[in-house]
C-alpha cells in the first residue's frame, strides 16, 4: 500500500462533538519531529510506543522550533516569506480506549499560512511533487518529499537519516496497529470489556465496548451531556478501565518492540541526533 504521508491512525476512532480523534492519524507530516502536545492526559502507564512517538518534551520542542526556523529561512532565500498560525483539529496522543474524559480538550496546531500557498510558494517548499523519496515498513510504504525547504531542513537536522526515520515512524504505526489487534486477544483485557459492558448495562445501555459506543453516536453528539458517554466515563472509573488497558496495551507495545530491538535503538539515536543539530542551529524564529 503506497501512502503520501498520513496513513489513518490504528483504532482511528473520532470522538463525536469535536475534531480531536480518539486515535491518532499517522505523523509522517511536514515536520518529522518526534511528537506533538498531547490532547489527552498521559495514562498512568503510558505505553512505550506512545512515550516515544507521542509525548512532548524540551527536545521535541528545541526539534520542531529548529525545523520551522530552518523552513523559514530557506523560504527566505527563494523570497518568501514562510509563517505558521494556529489551527484546530490537531490530531494528538492515541486514545485508544475511547472517552477518557466528557471534557473536550483543547485543539491547537500549527500550519502554513493557506493564503500564501501558490504553486511557486509549494514548490519551493515540498518541491517538485513527482520528485519523492520513499521509505517501506513491513504493510505501507508512505513517500515524502525529496526537495524543497522542508525536506532540506529534515536533511539538516537528520543527515542520511532521513529515510530511516521516515521508516520508523512507518515500523512504529504499524507496531502499533500490531499491538492492539493483540490486545483484542487478550484475556485479561476481554474481561475488562466483560466489567465494562456490565456497568453499563445497569446504566441503560448495551455497548460491547467502548469503540463501538463511539461508533455508533451521531458525529454532532456533545459528549459534555450525552447519558451514555457520561456513564461510559463513569464505568471506566468504576471499573478502572484505563488503568488495567493502558497496562495490557503496554505488555502487547513491549512485545512488539521486543521483537525488533533496532527499533528503539534507531530511535533514539536518530532524535539525538536532530536534537544535537537542533540544538547547534542558529535559525531565525518564526511568528
Not at 486515535?23 to 502536545?37: G, K, M, Y
Request: with cysteine; glycine share 6%.
Amino acid at each position: 500500500m503506497l501512502l503520501n504521508d498520513k496513513p489513518a491512525r490504528p483504532g482511528g476512532h473520532k470522538l463525536p462533538g469535536f475534531a480531536v480523534r480518539a486515535a491518532v492519524a499517522f505523523a509522517v507530516a511536514s515536520t518529522l519531529v518526534a511528537a506533538a502536545p498531547q490532547a489527552l492526559p498521559a495514562p498512568a502507564t503510558e505505553p512505550p510506543i506512545y512515550s516515544m512517538v507521542y509525548r512532548t518534551s524540551a527536545a521535541v520542542e528545541r526539534i520542531s522550533a529548529a525545523h520551522n526556523g530552518l523552513v523559514a529561512d530557506c523560504m527566505a532565500r527563494l523570497g518568501f516569506a514562510y509563517t505558521v498560525t494556529q489551527q484546530t483539529g490537531t490530531e494528538d496522543r492515541p486514545a485508544p480506549f475511547g472517552l477518557e474524559s466528557v471534557d473536550a480538550p483543547p485543539e491547537t496546531g500549527f500550519a502554513e499560512d493557506p493564503e500564501r500557498a501558490t504553486d511557486a510558494y509549494m514548490r519551493a517548499l515540498y518541491g517538485a511533487p513527482n520528485d519523492r523519496v520513499a521509505a517501506k515498513g513491513k504493510r505501507i510504504t508512505v513517500s515524502r518529499p525529496a526537495n524543497g525547504c522542508v525536506a532540506d531542513a529534515e536533511r539538516h537536522l537528520l543527515g542520511d537519516g532521513r529515510v530511516r526515520w521516515i521508516q520508523l515512524r512507518i515500523l512504529l504505526f504499524e507496531a502499533e496497529e500490531d499491538a492492539l489487534k493483540r490486545l483484542d486477544q487478550d484475556h485479561g483485557f476481554t474481561e475488562l470489556n466483560s466489567r465494562w459492558h456490565q456497568c453499563m448495562r445497569q446504566a441503560g445501555f448495551d455497548w460491547p465496548d467502548p469503540l463501538r459506543l463511539l461508533d455508533d453516536l451521531p458525529k454532532d453528539t456533545d459528549i459534555r451531556t450525552h447519558p451514555a458517554t457520561n456513564a461510559d466515563v463513569r464505568c471506566k472509573h468504576e471499573t478502572a478501565y484505563l488503568t488495567t488497558a493502558y497496562a495490557r496495551l503496554s505488555v502487547m507495545q513491549q512485545e512488539v518492540l521486543d521483537e525488533d530491538p533496532s527499533l528503539v535503538a534507531d530511535w533514539t539515536t536518530l532524535f539525538t541526533r536532530q536534537d544535537n543539530a537542533a540544538s547547534a542551529s542558529s535559525p531565525r524564529k518564526i511568528p
